[in-house]
């Protein structure tokens, strides 16, 4: 009797023991271009991918962020990638996963404010809401500290540190600079919202409601370098220079250009890809191209001459991109914007 007692007990711990193992989620690379998950029962998915061999294989990294989540618990800004690996602001938390990171993915940390735009700042995180209410997270620590008090603008759209030191915030009426860890302000620029900026060997970029303005002197003055009737949707530094998106309302479609002279002069790379008016994301990893494209991402090796999809869309959603040195992370969402 002892002996049946004891094989019951046995059995009963194998098969509750592979029961649990079948039951946990197991991370896998999405291969090349089939890949789609979709939500279980016990896990969160197809909110953040990453590929880590130049866009020939994608992973769901998705495990850890916030059950139940909804798209619109993340705002257009509420996300970016830096050398440190990839961030992202939802709920109560700042989460944050390594370039390396494996199962778990993400790291969270208890968010202080209401703010729900984040930004990289020079000395730690930035994070800002429409109202126009930053706080700075002191880096190396888990501080978060109010900053640019003295800015009176609403209608917040972004900010930006330079290398330099100066500060932009673009807000609904254009770009305002500080030069003075933000005691004062000035106006620099004027004709509508600006958004996101980049600077890459002192040349400044932004996009606006006018499309893609330019500074030369350091944020002082601006001028429209693409303009085609519609706004500027993207820019990014890429290597030797700059790439833009804007709308183009005689095509009524976005346009992907290239610039090599300090975004002076502009040439379409979008030939090889199919019009759309939601093209949402154009970065450079490695010596490849990268689009977010309604129909996926696309790929290019030849600097945009040709190119090629390398993840179908996911609930017919647009993927944004953003790069961590080689490392690539995609965000689906709702239309381009």
Known sequence: MKIIFNLAVLFLFQFLSCKQASESPQPSPLPGSQQKQKKDKTGTANIVFRS????????????????????????????????????????????????????????????????????????????????????????????????????????????FETAGGSVFIGCNRGLFRSTNSGKTWKQVQAGGWAMKLVESNGILLATSQLGIIRSADRGETWEAVISEGGVGIAVESIQGGFAAITFNTQSDSRRVRTSYDGGKTWQAIDAGLPPSMNISSIIQVGENFFCGHPKGIFGSADKGKTWKLVLPSIEGKVFHLYSSGNVIYAIPSAGGC
Not at 131 to 157: D, H, S, V
């Open 52 to 159: 880590a061999d130049g866009g020939q294989t994608w992973q769901d990294i998705s495990e850890g962020l916030p059950e139940n989540f909804r798209e619109d618990d993340v705002q257009r800004d509420g996300f970016f990638a830096n050398d440190n690996g990839f961030y992202l602001r939802t709920g109560n938390g700042l989460y944050h996963s390594q370039r390396n990171s494996t199962v778990p993915f993400w790291v969270k940390e208890i968010f202080p404010g209401q703010q729900s735009r984040i930004a990289p700042g020079r000395t730690g995180i930035l994070a800002y809401n429409y109202e126009g209410q930053f706080l700075q997270k002191i880096n190396g620590t888990g501080t978060w500290l109010p900053a640019y008090t003295n800015f009176r603008e609403k209608e917040i759209r972004t900010i």
